[in-house]
């Protein structure tokens, strides 16, 4: 480094090199221009300088800097180290290992590049050359322990566990008898752990437990420990030792739901399912019985037999645990609870046994069979509990009715008012709903987990500025908008994109939907500093489990929901494109001249306000930030806030293909993805890929409506081909030949016969008639009104939670109105979407939507009230 400078200069330049390292860049950026000032071409020098701009936010001028160092000495491995780590802090991290490999080829033993460039690797997953990268650190520095562990972890993430294990007992072999000293125990132990899970994973379990056991002096982490040792009993099938060991660790935490499982597993009592024999039931309520008298504290011990116990015992044992929880107050039985509701019969016993408590508190004050009082807050719990139980019945008239005097009984309980909300938004009156939450919110103004409620509710009834205005009251002050984007806030932004997309702003909506895969890019990135970090502190079954964890990352629900999102924005604006400004001024000169200057003056308004606004929102954030610090600091300013510019794209179905390739990649096993590979590349006239989609469909869901729907619609429009002319054509429709006979559902008959044929499958189900209506109108346009009336003579069975006739409809709300847009769009019948949403209001009368009787656009149309908040 510098070697080319007198003693002088060369000081000076590592001066530079110091001061990059401790940040101080003005102190650097002085030394390199007085070593400049001399040798202007002395190439190291100017790249120094570059990196020290790019430090300071000079991207531009620290590039050009970069590639004038390198090209006046391009033998030098400083040059090429210094441009790798540029490229490196613009994530270009491909380019950065050419460099470091161009530096390696001029210094090969350069442990600095040698440690970048296997950092990078193991960023973008080179295995094979991350493993050759730290045999080479290895070789070069033995001594170092750091060096031991990473190549261990290259081997075991390039899948070679034997040799991983092999390494690290060579590395174990190079210790002294009495290692680790006090210092470094806890790394040491961590370590080992790490070996012990390697042989376990790899199947080499009785070497596991042997070597465990031979360590268990040198593990700090005896839980640690005695997890790994349970884990590797149970899977050699030594049951007694494990039923013993698992006891032990109850005795340490009773209410960790993993250890019950595992001791249910050693002693033969464990269903996958849930599903148990008359006998297996018998001696489970036995264990739980004998372990409740044990730990009589546990919450666990009591809950964990409500799962398999049944009838009268379930009834007893459900009694049980009810009583003490709603005398104490606790708000979140329901949720504790609501998994029984999926149990056949289970959710009738929960509801006659709350109302047996409401019926026995309201007439004696105490419960059934007990001669003490309760307090009265009693009462109270019970009805937030029936609330609940009617919401998830469908019953929602008594959940109000129930709800409503818990409010009569105590005002002032916040939670009363978030059930209430949640159950008029699962009746369909969006904005009620939201006014609820807002009500709830404005009951405790420091509750956090309340406002956000709140936002969501607004977000639901499409009420987004007031949504945002709602949720910055917990954001800093200053650049309030791009806190929420900073802090990766994403289930709002999921929420406000699917309301844009609702409300057809889809430039918003497409804002909204990339923010969140930005965000998932961020998370992506801040892998990085752990590499090191995790092999210095040792912390290596955390750091393999987080590797995994970013390889399955954009599986996440909130990815594939964003990536979704933002496909069907895409679908739309190729489906009807912006107007482009000379279209929107033709439209206009066709105006008359009063409305010319109406719509003129109204554009100049909006364009004044906005940018207004920007003004207000710069200065506040400027002014915020020299208030704190002193200094301004200059944030980019977005270039497209509103997201115009994402909706002005030549491709929207390039666009679309980008994340639905991430979609195929990472949530194949998703019916959604394979709907929206069907729709974007029938688009894009990609018959195979489209046949490729309906095949995955008929694999994950042949019954599914919307698969069937794709399926008949495929051969459909395949169909109604041209002749094939080229080799290509010709191909594909060979393929399609081949393939059509491997549908069951197309063997040897025609579409419109495989079409009937599902209807008699499924004639009691209205998406799937809905579905079939829609094929038959394809087929056949001429069925119009035979297709309608199939909607039409629908019949809406009532059955209760546990399959009985008479409680619920078998109708869900967001169903009849996607029907209802179907006959208004698709079928383009007016006068039968009007019947249709009579029909609908009242089967669902608190819903907006369809204007239902008891919902609050009815409300407001009967009594002239003011608008509510």
Not at 136 to 145: C, E, G, I
Not at 264 to 286: A, F, N, P, T, V
Not at 417 to 439: F, M, N, P, Q, T
Not at 754 to 766: V, W
């Amino acid at each position: 480094m510098g070697a080319s400078l007198p003693p002088k200069e060369a000081n000076l330049f590592k001066l530079i090199v110091k001061s990059y390292e401790t940040k101080q860049y003005k102190k650097g950026l002085k030394a390199a221009d007085t070593v400049l000032k001399k040798f202007p071409d002395h190439g190291e020098t100017l790249a120094m300088k570059g990196l020290t701009l790019n430090c300071m936010d000079r991207k531009s001028e620290a590039y050009e800097l970069v590639r004038l160092g390198l090209k006046n000495d391009l033998k030098s491995h400083v040059c090429w180290h210094v441009y790798g780590l540029l490229y490196r802090s613009d994530r270009e991290y491909r380019e950065a290992i050419k460099c470091y490999r161009n530096a390696l080829r001029i210094d090969p033993d350069n442990i600095e590049i040698l440690r970048d460039l296997s950092l990078l690797q193991a960023q973008m997953r080179d295995l094979s050359g991350f493993v050759e990268t730290r045999q080479q650190l290895l070789t070069l520095k033995p001594n170092h322990r750091m060096n031991w562990i990473g190549f261990a972890v290259s081997h075991h993430l390039n899948s070679n566990g034997s040799k991983a294990v092999d390494i690290l007992e060579a590395y174990e072999g190079t210790l002294e008898d009495d290692y680790p000293p006090e210092n470094e125990r806890c790394e040491h132990g961590e370590m080992l752990l790490y070996k012990i899970s390697l042989l376990e994973e790899y199947g080499f379990l009785e070497r596991a437990l042997e070597e465990l056991h031979k360590k268990e002096s040198k593990i700090v982490d005896k839980l640690g420990y005695k997890e790994q040792e349970v884990s590797l009993l149970l899977k050699l099938g030594r049951f007694e030792e494990g039923e013993r060991l698992f006891r032990v660790l109850l005795s340490m935490n009773p209410d960790n739901y993993r250890y019950y499982e595992g001791l249910q597993r050693c002693l033969g009592l464990h269903s996958e399912k849930g599903q148990y024999s008359s006998d297996e039931i018998d001696k489970l309520e036995s264990l739980y019985k004998s372990l409740a008298q044990q730990y009589s504290r546990s919450s666990a011990v009591k809950r964990i037999p409500l799962d398999f116990l049944r009838d009268d015992k379930f009834r007893e044992a459900a009694a049980n645990y009810i009583r003490p929880l709603v005398a104490k107050g606790v708000p979140s039985l329901f949720s504790d609870l609501y998994p029984l509701y999926n149990h056949p019969g289970k959710a009738s016993i929960l509801g006659e046994l709350v109302l047996r408590l409401e019926q026995s508190i309201k007439s004696t004050g105490g419960y059934p069979e007990s001669e003490g009082k309760e307090p009265p807050s009693t009462l109270m719990w019970i009805l937030f509990y029936l609330a609940q139980h009617y919401d998830r019945c469908g019953q929602y008239d008594i959940a109000l009715i129930k709800i409503d005097e818990a409010i009569e009984h105590t005002p002032t309980v916040i939670d009363l008012y978030s059930v209430k909300s949640r159950i008029v938004k699962h009746s369909g009156d969006l904005a009620a709903a939201a006014a609820l939450a807002d009500e709830a919110r404005c009951m405790d103004l420091a509750d956090r987990y309340i406002n956000s409620e709140c936002v969501k509710r607004m977000l639901q009834a499409d009420q987004v500025a007031l949504a945002e205005k709602t949720a910055l009251l917990f954001t800093k002050d200053g650049d309030q908008h791009n806190n929420l984007y900073d802090m990766q806030c994403m289930w709002y932004e999921l929420a406000s994109g699917e309301s844009y997309l609702r409300q057809g702003e889809l430039g918003r909506a497409l804002k909204k939907f990339l923010a969140v895969e930005k965000h998932y890019a961020d998370i992506t990135e801040d892998q990085f500093d752990f590499h090191s970090y995790c092999l210095r502190k040792m912390t290596l079954r955390m750091y393999v489990e987080m590797l995994k964890l970013q390889d399955r990352l954009h599986s996440h629900a909130y990815f594939r929901k964003a990536a979704s999102g933002a496909i069907r924005c895409y679908l739309r604006l190729y489906d009807c494109p912006p107007k482009s400004a000379a279209e929107e001024d033709d439209e206009m000169s066709k105006l008359p001249a009063s409305q010319k200057k109406k719509l003129r003056q109204k554009l100049r308004k909006a364009e004044a306000r906005a940018k207004k606004d920007a003004e207000v929102k710069n200065e506040e954030s400027s002014s915020t930030s020299f208030a704190k610090s002193g200094k301004r600091q200059l944030k980019p300013v977005d270039p497209d806030p509103h997201g115009e510019k994402l909706a002005q794209i030549e491709d929207p179905l390039a666009k679309a293909t980008k994340y639905l390739k991430l979609l195929l990649t990472h949530s194949s096993d998703c019916l959604e993805t394979h709907l929206l590979s069907f729709e974007v590349n029938m688009r894009k006239h990609k018959i195979l890929l489209a046949l490729q989609a309906v095949k995955h469909l008929v694999r994950l869901d042949a019954d599914n409506p919307k698969s069937h729907l794709c399926l008949i619609k495929f051969f459909h429009k395949v169909g109604a081909l041209p002749t094939p002319v080229t080799d290509a054509e010709k191909l594909v429709c060979r393929v399609l030949e081949v393939e059509r006979p491997t549908f069951s559902q197309l063997h040897e008959k025609s579409l419109i016969d495989a079409n009937n044929i599902f209807l008699e499958k499924h004639r009691e189900s209205l998406m799937h008639r809905a579905a079939v209506a829609e094929l038959m109108y394809v087929l056949e346009p001429n069925k119009k009104a035979e297709a309608v009336k199939l909607i039409e003579d629908s019949v809406n069975d009532l059955v209760s939670l546990d399959g009985d006739r008479g409680a619920d409809s078998t109708w869900k709300l967001k169903d009849c109105i996607s029907l209802h847009k179907l006959l208004e769009t698709t079928f383009n019948d007016h006068d039968a979407a009007l019947r249709w949403k009579a029909r609908c209001a009242e089967y669902f009368p608190f819903s907006t939507y369809f204007e239902g009787i008891r919902s609050s656009v009815a409300t407001h149309q009967t009594q002239k009230t003011p608008e509510n908040g």
